[in-house]
Structure formats: C-alpha cells, structure tokens
Nanobody, 124 residues
Framework: VQLQASGGGVVETGGSLKLSCAAS????????IAWYRQPPGEQRSFVAG???????HYTPSVEGRFTIFRDNDPNTVYLEMKSLKLEDTAVYYC???????????????????WGQGTQVTVSS
C-alpha cells in the first residue's frame, strides 16, 4: 500500500486545515489508518486513528478539535483540524496497517505502511 499525505500549510492560531491520506488501494474494511506527527526536534507521536470498521481513537490533546474520517472514497482518509494551536505545528504522517485493534492504534510498530509527511505550521 502506498500512501500520499497532503493538505498541510501555514495557518494562524485558531484556524483550520484538512489533511488527506490517499492510499493506492481501498482501506475501508481492510486497513486501519492513523495520523502521526513529529514536531521539530521531537519524536513522532500518535494523533488519531480510524479502524477498518470505522472506529476512531484520538490522543487527548486533539480530542474535540480534530476529526478523522472517511467519506465515499474508499481509498482516502481525512484529518480535519480545527482550533489549531501553536503546539500543533509538526510534520504530519499517515500510516496504514491491518488487524490493528483500537487499543494498539498508538503503537507505531503496528503499521506496515507509511506515507511521506506534510508540514503543518501554526503561526501566532
């Protein structure tokens, strides 16, 4: 599975962005998809994930502000980000894996496929 992340950019504090993760094959019903992010000088960390059956999981710092979802396109997963904060600045990566249970979504080793990152910069 090849993944293509896009949609990053520069936005002011409180603004919104929508990231897309386009897969080379359908992921609905097959793969879990997650978004991770890596701020400058820090390690990559889990942001949000959606399982093959549509269940979602978020890291607490984005709960209520970010939404991960699929629409009618079975190959694409979106991350809608609202009320962006300075600390959301990072390179965002999407990842895919099969057979991942909800409680394991935060484990990067569970994902076999990773896309390139897309930069999100939140400015004051």
């Amino acid at each position: 599975v090849q993944l293509q992340a896009s949609g990053g950019g520069v936005v002011e504090t409180g603004g919104s962005l929508k990231l897309s993760c386009a897969a080379s094959e359908a992921t609905r019903g097959v793969h879990s998809i997650a978004w991770y992010r890596q701020p400058p000088g820090e390690q990559r960390s889990f942001v949000a994930g959606i399982s093959s059956d549509g269940s979602t999981h978020y890291t607490p710092s984005v709960e209520g502000r970010f939404t991960i979802f699929r629409d009618n396109d079975p190959n694409t997963v979106y991350l809608e980000m609202k009320s962006l904060k300075l600390e959301d600045t990072a390179v965002y990566y999407c990842a895919a894996g099969s057979g991942i249970i909800l409680s394991s979504m935060g484990n990067p080793n569970a994902y076999a496929y990773w896309g390139q990152g897309t930069q999100v910069t939140v400015s004051s």
